[in-house]
């Protein structure tokens, strides 16, 4: 059975940085394409992020492009995602997720799901 444990969470000043981890074990993740989505109170998980299982492609929501970064360390199993000029709308629990069926965007394409990890932006 896989996992995913997501790290990296805080508060944070706007503007500012955090880089958030996810560390994957059990099935090979080596091999999957991995993402990230975030919740926020009162609202829907919604995609923010994804990697093909090669690293060598990248999407992202358009709410966070030029601001986020995914990428991906497969020899350690492991997915980052840098978190720049950060804004009060950014707060939400952040997830990691693995193996898409199909469609990145909705959840429920996804197999694995992370215990998610909080980030607040103070204005």
């Known amino acids: 059975q896989g996992r995913l444990v997501e790290s990296g969470g805080g508060l944070v000043q706007a503007g500012g940085s955090l880089r958030l981890s996810c560390a994957a074990s059990?099935?090979?993740?080596?091999?999957?394409?991995m993402g990230w989505f975030r919740q926020a109170p009162g609202k829907e998980r919604e995609f923010v992020a994804a990697i093909t299982w090669t690293g060598a492609r990248t999407f992202y929501a358009d709410s966070v492009k030029g601001r986020f970064t995914i990428s991906r360390d497969s020899a350690k199993n492991m997915v980052h995602l840098e978190l720049n000029s950060l804004k009060p709308e950014d707060t939400a629990v952040y997830y990691c997720a693995a193996d898409p069926d199909g469609d990145y965007l909705p959840t429920s394409a996804w197999t694995f799901w992370g215990q998610g990890t909080q980030v607040t932006v103070s204005s």
């Open positions: 059990g099935p090979s993740f080596s091999n999957l394409p």
